[in-house]
């Protein structure tokens, strides 16, 4: 396992961090039995864990609203298992899995409605956790209007007295916006350790991209990557074409007497030779997917993709994008809609939804993230971004199609 720098934080994290989001689940059919874990498959997400912390990899990521609450309880149990296997029983043991494995979990921004909350989510979570300390807190999901929040319940106050006394060991922040945002994020406070963002091989220019993690970096942030595969999307079947790219890439790797990648592999090494990149996250939810990661994470290089390596993709970036059906650049100039609808967003959901193997399921459930006010119900068919759009787009029809391709189940 690689251990990496983590902006002025003084740990070495490893390569790769293990996110609680997409545990195994039972299987269809297999009644669930009655505990507080929902449908996660605790033996196996346990007996994952385990493998991750023997294998060096030393950060846990959960959240409030993983799994419905499931995963933060998961987690709990978890560490005592994990604890008592590998470090021993009782306190002692935990204490001593706790200085190998950091635990980081978000506040759910979204639901706070008073300065109260903040406390009494941070309690909930803490008892979810069966822990009286977290070593990372972030504030999940910032984007437009987070920080006038931030400021209106006084979360930032309330997040220096729990650093004060030594609740939350760091703090920081998930990001699901444009750069623009993102920068008036960062430059909100000097609390800030520690930054989350979507960044893969499609997304250079998407949030906050390139701009984004160099950014944060040069803030002296630590710059945790998440969404490495675009929700698996990039882990999936890829098209014939994106798939013959890969293989003469391969081939020419084998040429070299280097090992061939898979479509994961590329993916995770193009994040992972960023040096700005503190270590990614991945959603693992199976020991197989584990295990392919963790042998990934052993051949990371930092800054050393060759010049065959970025053509390739680009390439395939670029059969990507033109299998897209909307010819969305993401320009932004059709906003703000007066409606609040995120055009370009929810373009680009339908446009994932078709291009990637598995997109439809993925995209409903990165939709269902979107606040309502965003998403195309949203729409009144003013035609006001239509004029504006430089390509040309029929955006409310497009709106309707999707509004009923992509409709969230309350
Ligand atoms: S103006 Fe058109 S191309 Fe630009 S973001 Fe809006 S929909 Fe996409
Ligand atoms: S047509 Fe719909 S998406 Fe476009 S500006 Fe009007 S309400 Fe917004």
Not at 234 to 241: D, T, W
Not at 282 to 311: H, K, P
Not at 378 to 404: F, M, N, V, Y
Request: hydrophobic fraction near 40%; charged fraction near 25%; include cysteine.
């Amino acid at each position: 396992m690689q251990y990496r720098s983590f902006g002025a934080i003084d740990l070495r994290p490893s390569a790769l961090g293990f996110g609680a989001m997409r545990l195994p689940q039972l299987a269809d059919g297999v009644d669930a039995p009655p505990s507080p874990y929902g449908r996660i498959d605790v033996e196996t997400a346990n007996a994952m864990l385990r493998r991750a912390v023997e294998a060096g990899v030393n950060y846990v990521d959960t959240a409030y609203p993983y799994h419905d609450g499931a995963s933060e309880r998961w987690l709990g149990q978890a560490l005592r298992v994990v604890a008592r296997d590998l470090c021993g029983p009782g306190d002692a043991g935990l204490a001593e899995l706790r200085s190998r494995l950091k635990v980081a979990t978000k506040l759910p921004m979204w639901k706070l409605e008073s300065h109260d909350d903040c406390e009494r989510y941070f309690s909930e979570q803490l008892e979810r956790l069966q822990l009286d300390a977290v070593d990372f807190y972030l504030l999940h999901g910032l984007r437009a209007g987070s920080v006038a929040k931030l400021r209106e319940y006084g979360v930032l106050e309330w997040a220096e007295k729990a650093l004060a006394d030594g609740r939350i060991g760091h703090l920081g922040f998930s990001f699901h916006d444009q750069y623009p945002v993102f920068e008036e994020v960062v430059d909100a406070t000097d609390l800030w350790e520690l930054c989350q963002i979507q960044y893969n091989y499609m997304d250079e220019e998407f949030q906050a991209g390139t701009r984004g993690l160099e950014h944060a970096a040069s803030k002296g942030l630590g710059v945790i990557v998440m969404e490495p595969l675009r929700g698996g999307r990039l882990s999936r079947r890829p098209p014939e074409a994106v798939a013959a790219l890969w293989a003469a890439a391969n081939a020419r790797r084998a040429a070299a007497g280097e090992a061939p990648r898979t479509p994961v592999e590329w993916a995770l090494q193009w994040v992972w030779s960023h040096s700005d990149v503190s270590f990614l996250l991945s959603g693992m939810s199976s020991m197989e997917q584990l295990e392919e990661n963790l042998a990934c994470a052993d051949r990371v290089a930092i800054n050393v993709q060759t010049e065959d390596e970025i053509d390739t993709y680009r390439r395939v970036r670029d059969v990507y994008l033109a299998a897209s059906p909307i010819d969305c650049t993401n320009c932004r100039y059709c906003l703000p809609c007066p409606s609040g609808v995120a055009i370009p967003e929810v373009l680009g959901l339908y446009n994932d939804a078709i291009i990637y193997d598995g997109g439809p399921a993925a995209a409903r459930f990165a939709y269902g993230w979107l606040p309502e006010p965003q998403r195309a119900e949203s729409c009144t068919r003013c035609h006001d971004c239509e004029a504006l759009c430089p390509q040309q787009i029929a955006i409310p029809d497009w709106l309707e199609k999707i509004r009923a391709f992509l409709a969230v189940d309350e």
